[in-house]
């Protein structure tokens, strides 16, 4: 599988921005889709997650209210909508996939077996 993730930029605080990871490779519904994402200086943190074949979302907690995760299995693609962007928000943001991921699992990047190559977001405030 590759990813692919595309909609970076630079806004105001509180402006909008929406990602996109678009996957290569077959039975893109089965996957367990996570964005993570890490600032300067800091690790890399969860940020959303959503199941394959209907299992459900996840968030990180500074972004729930905030930011939207889904997919379009015919486009094989995930989405995020970020909303009420704040400069903490400020990161390099990377999509992954894994197959075989349990709920507790979704949040521990070293879970998942495939990377994207990330997209910058800058938030000005």
């Known amino acids: 599988v590759q990813l692919q993730a595309s909609g970076g930029g630079l806004v105001q605080a509180g402006g909008s921005l929406r990602l996109s990871c678009v996957a290569s490779g077959p039975a893109f519904r089965s996957y367990t889709m996570g964005w993570f994402r890490q600032a300067p200086g800091k690790g890399r943190e969860f940020v959303a997650a959503i199941k394959g074949n209907g299992g459900g979302t996840f968030y990180e907690d500074s972004v729930k209210g905030r930011f939207t995760v889904s997919r379009d299995n015919a486009a094989s693609t995930v989405y995020l909508q970020m909303n009420s962007l704040k400069p903490e928000d400020t990161a390099v943001y990377y999509c992954?996939?894994?197959?075989?991921?349990?709920?507790?699992?979704?949040?521990?990047?070293?879970?998942?077996?495939?990377w994207g190559q990330g997209t910058q977001v800058t938030v000005s405030s």
């Open positions: 992954a996939a894994d197959r075989n991921l349990i709920s507790s699992s979704v949040r521990i990047g070293q879970q998942y077996d495939y």
